[in-house]
């Protein structure tokens, strides 16, 4: 392994490092190489200091827990470039959390929320020339991943984990970028079942995703929404993203269901929906109230806001956006999210963390 050592926390770093030469503002969301990664072992009960590595394969046991059993959970978040010039993620302390009821979940060992964002910070200024310039609507997308190494051959939680970070540089998660998508609700394929693993960030979720989601792009749709699995009556959420609805009187509707994710960005935009003068409500969303929203989006790390154009059930489709043009709502949330995160509002809630300073 090749190693850089690290700096200490909340140091100056030089912001004016040579950017990467990228096509920034036509990055996709893919995996694009950077300099480094970040690894930390979990053995004999304790977690090591972690080391960066340029190395981006990994040295596995082939009897490993996440191999065969699954025991594997990850996180995503972004890191930006402030117009004046910082580095900053958006609530770290969010994933951090997160990341640990993942692991919780699936009998890990858990990550400390403060190594975690060590080790997101160590990686992010090892890579500073990865992070997007401010203005080019692009970001750093950082992703957490913690995997069972130790072997096992019967069920059993396994006795060695590694924790990484690696970081790719991004743009929007759907290719229209802000443009309306068209989603279908899916009724042959459940995500995830109510006392599941469905609230939590678990690679198998997206295993079980992947037919639906395709098959649904086969069909000219971007992507699915799923229903329940129980009663197959209430919304849940999308495959990569959570979902929300503006009603025709205001209320930003958004389903509290025990078998999706709880998004930090939905989190976020219910806050941001209040400043706006809607209602926000977290309840069981009957499917049949998509016919009566004035709007509806998407949400999450990657997908940030994704106005909804469509959306088609069965054989009745409703349609939110007859011009290929976003909705206001979805337009004043996207516009007062991206400018917290980029610094151009002020950050009256706490929730960005500066990683960098100009
Ligand atoms: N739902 C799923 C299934 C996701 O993968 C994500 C992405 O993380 C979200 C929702 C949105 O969560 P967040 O806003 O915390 O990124
Ligand atoms: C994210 O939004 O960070 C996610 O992990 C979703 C994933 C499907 C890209």
């Not at 090892?126 to 992070?131: E, P, S």
């Amino acid at each position: 392994m090749s190693t850089l050592s690290s700096r200490p926390r909340g140091s100056r770093v030089e912001s004016d490092v040579t950017k990467a030469d990228l096509d920034w503002e036509n990055l996709d969301f893919g995996y694009h190489k950077t300099d480094f990664n970040i690894r930390f072992t979990w053995r004999n009960g304790a977690w090591d200091e972690g080391e960066l590595t340029a190395s981006e394969i990994l040295p596995l046991h082939m009897a490993a827990t996440c191999l065969h059993y699954g025991q594997e959970c990850f996180e995503g978040l972004k890191a930006f470039h402030t117009k004046r010039g910082d580095v900053v993620v958006f609530r770290i302390d969010e994933n951090a959390r997160r990341l640990g009821v993942s692991c919780r979940k699936i009998h890990m060992e858990p990550v400390p929320e403060d190594m975690f964002i060590d080790a997101v910070e160590r990686v992010i200024k090892a890579n500073l020339k990865y992070v997007p310039p401010y203005g080019t609507g692009a970001s750093l997308y950082v992703r957490p991943i913690v995997l069972g190494t130790g072997p096992q051959v019967g069920v059993r939680p396994a006795d060695e984990y590694l924790f990484m970070v690696f970081v790719t540089p991004v743009g929007p998660y759907f290719k229209s970028g802000f443009k309306p998508v068209h989603l279908v609700v899916e009724e042959e394929v459940d995500r995830a079942a109510p006392l599941g693993v469905g609230d939590v960030k678990v690679g198998g979720n997206y295993a079980a995703g992947l037919r639906a989601s395709i098959n649904a792009k086969k069909k000219g749709f971007t992507e699915v929404l799923y229903l329940d699995a129980k009663e197959k009556r209430y919304l849940d959420e999308s495959g990569p993203a959570n979902f929300f609805g503006i009603t025709k009187d205001g209320q930003y509707v958004t389903p509290a269901s025990p078998s999706i994710l709880p998004s930090i960005t939905n989190k976020s935009l219910i806050t941001l929906a209040e400043e706006l003068g809607l209602r926000p409500q977290r309840r069981p969303v009957d499917v049949e109230e998509i016919f009566d929203f004035q709007e509806a989006g998407c949400c999450g790390t990657a997908a940030v806001i994704t106005p909804v154009g469509s959306i088609t059930y069965r054989d009745r489709k409703v349609v939110y956006s007859k011009d290929g043009r976003p909705g206001r709502y979805c337009v004043e949330l996207y516009q007062r999210l991206r400018a917290i995160q980029l610094g151009d509002m002020p950050d009256k809630y706490g929730w960005v963390h500066r990683v960098v300073q100009a």
